[in-house]
């Protein structure tokens, strides 16, 4: 098992930075690929970006330029840093980990979730 927990979320103005965060416990954390998916209200979960057990990251186009992942191992801790944030990003961010070393960016790949973090860019 794997539990995850993210934070760093919050109400921001068009063009501000936020880092999300997203700690993991459990099983050995450097066997997992980690990534973030968001969810605005009525429409369905979304890819946002993942990264392998290696370092190897894959980012939604829709955020590309904007937004980067990366995690450090010894805090177990993976990491969305998000910048030129526009009210179109508004949603609910989760973390998610992945069994394997492969990049992942269907949601069904996932096998365990955080709660989520809200996130609000107003204009």
Known sequence: ????VESG???VQT???LRLSCVASGRTFTTYAM???RQAPGKEREF???ITFGGVTRIADSVKGRFTIS???AKNTAYLQMNSL???DTAVYYCAAALGSLLRDLSSEYDYWGQGTQVTVSS
Do not use: H, K, N
């Open 1 to 4: 098992q794997v539990q995850l």
């Open 9 to 11: 979320g919050g109400p």
């Open 15 to 17: 063009g501000a930075s």
């Open 35 to 37: 990534g973030w998916f």
């Open 48 to 50: 946002v970006a993942t």
């Open 71 to 73: 995690r450090d191992y």
């Open 86 to 88: 526009e009210p179109e």
